[in-house]
């Protein structure tokens, strides 16, 4: 995949942490260390910059594999977008070389890994961890809009736990920088809202839409418009048929919060910066924006 050598340069310049100089990077700038995940594309493994000792997960993606799946433009977007972003609950992309079969992301270590399993492994979180971690989302997201981009891919799967038990958002795949309103159709169809379903336009409140979906799953352990079939989760979808089944560990400020999220008309939906004012979040949520159990 050739990227340009000037956003290279440009990429290079904005990656203080690794190194402050412009500089080309390659394989031999890192002594690769154990791996850390498979992805679609390519592999993840430990690093560590050997002038600066900075460790780092170094994301290897195979060209041909790029190729074959037409995804090299969503990469190019994803790396000019995330590269740019400066926030302490967005995963930080250092930089990026290539060679002939391989393009390399130089990223930051999330050391406890993905968000994913922990909700796997506990089947849902307390309102205090729930509460946390949507704060911090809806902090990331706040600075994200502020700088045109939407995600539009908010989910469990694409958020990774830093050494201090914070949130990173990790896959730009889907965002998009945007001064106008978007009608493309992306995303996994549980997270979507309706108006990206039925492909009409949409904006920067799409995320708080999927941050609502996220924060019902959080408390839940399960999307709120699941269904067996593909066609049913888009009708619940396209209805906003939110139902709360009872649960003694959700309280009805969580409920309340979620409903105000979940709500047809994108632009009726609570804004961030109200979120974060929200009786649910002020009394639950950590204010250091880290959960560490
Ligand atoms: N920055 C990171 N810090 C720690 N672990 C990581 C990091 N990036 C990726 N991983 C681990 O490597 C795995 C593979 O990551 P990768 O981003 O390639 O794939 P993915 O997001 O799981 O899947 P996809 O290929 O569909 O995007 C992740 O699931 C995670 O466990």
């Not at 993905?114 to 990331?140: D, G, H, I, N, P």
Request: aromatic residues 10%.
């Amino acid at each position: 995949m050739a990227i340009s050598a000037e956003s290279q340069q440009e990429q290079m310049a904005s990656s203080e942490s690794v190194a402050a100089e412009k500089k080309r990077w390659t394989l031999n700038d890192f002594d690769i260390g154990k791996p850390l995940g498979r992805g679609k594309f390519g592999h993840v493994y430990l690093a560590r910059e050997k002038r600066s000792n900075h460790i780092v997960a170094l994301k290897v993606l195979f060209k041909s594999q790029l190729k074959q799946s037409q995804v090299e433009h969503q990469l190019r977007r994803e790396v000019e977008i995330q590269s740019h972003l400066r926030h302490p609950n967005i995963l930080r992309l250092y930089g990026y070389f290539y060679d002939q079969k391989r393009v390399y992301l130089i990223l930051e270590y999330a050391a406890k890994g993905e968000l994913y399993k922990e909700l796997q492994k506990c089947k849902y979180f307390s309102e205090r961890r729930a509460a946390t971690y949507v704060a911090s989302l809806a902090r990331a997201l706040i600075y994200c809009h502020g700088k045109h981009v939407i995600h539009r891919d908010i989910k469990p799967e694409n958020l990774l736990v830093g050494a201090q038990g914070e949130l990173k958002i990790a896959d730009f795949g889907w965002s998009v920088h945007t001064f106008n309103r978007r009608r493309t159709m992306c995303g996994t169809l549980d997270y979507l809202p309706p108006e990206m379903v039925e492909s009409v336009e949409h904006d920067a409140n799409v995320d708080i839409w999927s941050l609502g979906v996220l924060c019902y799953e959080f408390l839940y352990g399960e999307p709120p418009f699941e269904a067996k079939e593909h066609s049913d989760t888009y009708r619940r979808i396209v209805q906003v048929d939110l139902k709360f089944p009872p649960k003694p560990t959700v309280s009805s400020a969580a409920k309340d919060l979620v409903s105000q999220m979940l709500v047809k008309d994108s632009s009726r939906r609570l804004p961030l910066h109200k979120l974060l004012e929200h009786p649910w979040i002020v009394q639950n949520a950590d204010p250091s924006g880290t959960y560490r159990g």
